[in-house]
């Protein structure tokens, strides 16, 4: 049964159950996150890190809000997330992505109503990319 399930997978290489899995860790982090006695200034954190996968259409997940139930540093987050996910060289399933290509895709996610077209060109404009491509991840582990 599971084999023939993932024989019907049209995109990518999960299934669909796998996907609900996986969509889910927005759901695991907010649950972890919310038990942080964070500061004030600091309080969105779990709602922020729960909401980035979150697209401005109500299209997303985990909550399917629209633009305005999404928290403003979401917006943010979901585009350094999608930029870091394309451009990233230390994923093992896939090449990394030159950055002409991963702007363009974040410009269709805009143009598509996923991600703040403001926002987008700001990241863009202002080249944020270029300090995410500075990030050393090895010193975390």
């Known amino acids: 049964e599971d084999d023939l399930m993932n024989l019907f997978v ?11 899995m ?11 996150l919310k038990e942080i006695a964070w500061t004030e200034e600091l309080s969105l954190v779990p709602r922020v890190a729960a909401t980035h996968h979150e697209k401005l259409s109500g299209k997303g997940y985990p909550w399917g809000l629209t633009t305005e139930e999404i928290p ?10 999608i930029f870091d996910a394309l451009t990233a060289s230390d994923r093992p399933y896939k090449p990394a ?19 703040d ?6 990241f863009i ?4 990319y270029e300090e995410i491509n500075q990030i050393d991840y090895s010193n975390l582990y």
């Open 72 to 81: 403003f540093f979401a917006k943010i987050l979901a585009i350094a997330d």
């Open 125 to 128: 404009s202002e080249k944020a």
């Open 97 to 115: 992505m030159p950055t002409e290509k991963a702007i363009s895709i974040l410009r269709e996610d805009a143009s598509a109503n996923h991600l």
């Open 10 to 20: 049209k995109r990518g290489n999960l299934n669909d159950d796998e996907r609900k």
């Open 117 to 122: 077209k403001d926002l987008v060109e700001l």
């Open 22 to 32: 996986m969509n889910n860790h927005t759901l695991f982090t907010y649950d972890v």
